[in-house]
């Protein structure tokens, strides 16, 4: 495996990586289903229509009371590594991308190690990214194993419903929860690159507050959106040399998807959309297409993707890599 780092492709940091691959992947989301009608007895009929139209979100998956990112990313890493064969033994270790972890401490990547019945050898730790998470974890992933690791299993979720006030127009209509798991292995010699940038001075565009509610300064994010995606969108193509078979974009707005497949002239048919039937799940909505709009492709074809997250932080990432066929690509349900 080979790792370099280049400082001058189109102005950003470039990282490539060689001799690693996508396994499987599985999402998992909960069984609760709710359409915007949930949301009658919090506002307008008017307003829910004005938010539908404008997000493109329908429905949503919402854990009920009690069930954690930890549960949905559990069951997602236990599906795969049983439809896999791979054995908890074999893993060297776990990676989790969540803004909504079980608890302060410890990590929650550690109680899903325990879960699992991990090995004591196997590293387990959070990162705290979310709309940004999947192409981070899959660099970061893919790093680790540049010093050594063998098998690393990159969980991606969050459970957002459990800090959204339900009042809040501006957030309450748009978020879903999700869990996923990635088998990611040493194999080949696929090349991996990446684009990875954060501007820190929108952290408060997007946060928590005291009192444990998210909030949201929507017309900052739409204008970072417009301003920052499209130029990463493009650079990923101008950094791979080539476009790619397909783009799947973190799911935040239909509207500012549409904007941005026109806006970098991609078909229809290379840009899925599934957040009408999801929402926006942060860390976990580029696994959730995998598996949604992919997975019959994937199953049975090599596809070169364009994996892009953008959002909150303001963080960004783009990741080009070649992904199929793979053995497994499940959306499941969490018992």
Known sequence: MSVSHDYQTTAK???????????????????????????VDYFSSEEILNVTKSSGVVYRHQVPQGITTADLCTQAASHLLDR???????????????????????????????????????????????????????????????SGARRILLLAGDTISCILNPHDRATALLFGDAGSATAIEQQG????????????????ALQVLPGGFLSMDGSRVFEFTLTEVPQLVQSIDLLHGKGHDHY?????????????????????????????????????????????????????????????????????????????????ADLIELN
């Open 13 to 39: 940091s470039s990282y490539s990586l060689n001799g690693i691959r996508i396994a499987g992947v599985v999402a998992c989301l909960p069984q609760q289903r709710f359409d915007n009608e949930f949301f």
């Open 84 to 146: 896999l064969g791979w054995h908890p033994a074999s893993l060297d270790g776990v990676v989790l991308m969540t803004q909504t972890p079980n608890q302060l401490l410890p990590a929650t990547a550690c109680r899903i190690h325990n879960r699992l019945g991990l090995s004591k050898h196997a590293f387990a730790f959070d990162v705290n990214l979310g709309c940004s998470a999947y192409p981070y974890g899959l660099w970061l992933a893919g790093s680790l194993m540049s």
């Open 189 to 204: 010699d696929d090349s991996w690159s990446f684009l990875l940038g954060t501007d820190g001075s929108g952290a408060d």
């Open 248 to 328: 799947l974009l973190h799911q935040a707005n239909h509207l500012i998807l549409q904007h941005i497949r026109r806006k970098c002239g991609i078909n229809s048919e290379k840009f899925p959309i599934n957040i009408d039937r999801f929402g926006n799940t942060s860390s976990a909505t580029l696994p959730l297409l995998l598996t949604s709009n992919l997975r019959d492709e994937l199953i049975v074809n090599r596809r070169q993707l364009a994996l892009v997250g953008y959002g909150v932080g303001f963080s960004w990432a783009a990741a080009s890599l070649p992904v199929g066929p793979i053995a497994v």
